[in-house]
């Protein structure tokens, strides 16, 4: 007797040499399977895969594997025997990372929309090409489905110019389009979608801060349910503290960098990128998990990164009362927010000048996946919300099913 299931969305999220795929029910969320080619053109390619609850199953791909490698592997190998699975595809869902001023939506892949994703490639040089990868291979291999792109700047081109420009030459903006953009955009609107329902608000009066803080981080400010203002800006360089990135810094210090200590361009591209962050203030890791390993054995470089983490997410989030005037809830989301206790502790303990007095049974029961409420009743409202970008992909591209 044949499986039936409901329709699915193949989602794939492609990285330069990596590429992840899910295939999830939109009307569920539940994930048949979940999957993760990596080093794509190095010899030593693998992929590995889930179904459903079941273990974890890995093989090597060929020597020097590309993309189109890793899908066609998926198709014949680990979709073989289950036509069921193959039968349920009513679209495959693309996440890309930058669709710059030219996506605010879903958007259905033509050729047109593939050269849009090469316009916006200054935005994300090191994403959108492997994206791009990864259409261009989808769109050969499941050539009867429609392929949407789901952008993370989407939901952040509601930003007001107040929000989005730079206090530069206004020609940066106008000639070059320089101005701010942001990323995670699927994961904040996950969660200020459930932060609504959690609140028992309807979205268009949800007014909350939230909080993606991964290996990198952003925090945004939602009025009425729309994005006004998110920290990260004309790439994901700008912002919070990350775990080998900056986030804000005097730009002289570029000019330092190069004039005084002779760096070339790409030594500040690589500094400012690869060695800064939790792994440069640390000096050892870019890992929250470690940072708080070397915190709890007295290190004194990890105690300093973990306070300089803190002590700027919860500058940021106080600013974005301006954006948002009276705040429904803090939102805590990403690896590192959706696992951290000291962290969320600490910038709550910061935060207790705008009502936030934090619930320790409830800091500590929010991990491993678990929401919940992490302040106390009278306190200003702060949740865990794990994030689940794969949903708001496989979702968007539902919408143009077949
Ligand atoms: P990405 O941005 O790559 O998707 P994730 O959202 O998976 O990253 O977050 C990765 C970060 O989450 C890492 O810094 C990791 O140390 C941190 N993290 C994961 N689990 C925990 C935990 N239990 N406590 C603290 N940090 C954690």
Known sequence: MEVTINPTVLVVNCGSSSLKFAIVDPASGEQYLTGLAEALGLPEANISWRFGDAEKQKDSLASGADHTAALTYLEEHILEGKPELMKSFIAVGHRVVSGGELFTHPTLITDEVVKGIEQCIPLAPLHNPAH??????????????????IFDTAFHQTMPAKAFMYPLPNELYKDHAIRRYGAHGTSHYYVTCEAAKLLGKPLSETNIITAHLGNGGSVSAIKNGKCVDTSMGLTPLEGIVMGTRCGDIDPSIVFFLIDTLGYSVEDVRNTLNKKSGLLGLSGKTSDFRGVIEGLEQGDEQCKLAFDIYCYRLAKYIASYYVAVGKVDALIFTGGIGENSMPMRSTVLKLLEGFGFVEDEAGNAAARFGNSGLITKAGSTKSFVI???????????SAEFAK
């Not at 794990?386 to 968007?396: D, H, M, R, Y």
């Open 132 to 149: 791009l990868l990864g259409i261009a291979a989808a769109r050969r291999l499941f050539a009867d489905l429609p392929h949407v792109a």
């Open 386 to 396: 794990p994030t689940n970008e794969e949903l708001v992909i496989a979702q968007g």
